[in-house]
């Protein structure tokens, strides 16, 4: 899987996007901001969630925080973070390196809100220095995704 599953993806479904890469680590949200030349909150994180027996990728930009609350009522649950090795097992990417695309097996997808806010973000590409720029819109088309609302923004300054 990794980066290579990511460019077989864009291959077949948008020969137009390309994977980036940079020689510096993308593995947070910080590092990513720095290493493609964006604001941190232009990264769009995905987070591997479990939700009772189902597992699902939400999309949010990178200054957001998943809200439980608003996610247990959207996803009828509570959400747990997988942990490093089921998220590896469920899409194929390595923590760092987690995006909608070239899964591993095909997991619901789900974009927040708050990427809407941009017209170009920069989610990962399937390794910790690998990413893509896309329209949200595009993103969400590409990866089936629904559009929710289970995310709160929090200040720059609280952006690990």
Sequence with gaps: ?????????FASNAPDIVV????KSSATVALAAEAFGVTPAEIAKTLSL????????VVTCGTARLDNKKARAVFGGK???????????ATGH??????PFGLKIQLPVY???SLKAFSEVVPAAGSINSAVRISPARMAEL???EWVDVSEIREQSEVV
């Design 1 to 9: 899987m990794t980066v290579e599953s990511v460019r077989a993806f």
């Design 111 to 113: 974009c927040d809100i």
């Design 50 to 57: 479990r939700v009772g027996d189902r597992v699902l990728l």
């Design 94 to 99: 390595p923590v760092g390196g987690i995006c």
């Design 143 to 145: 990866t089936n995704a």
């Design 20 to 23: 980036i890469e940079s020689d």
């Design 79 to 89: 959400p747990r973070m997988l942990n490093a090795e089921e998220a590896l097992d």
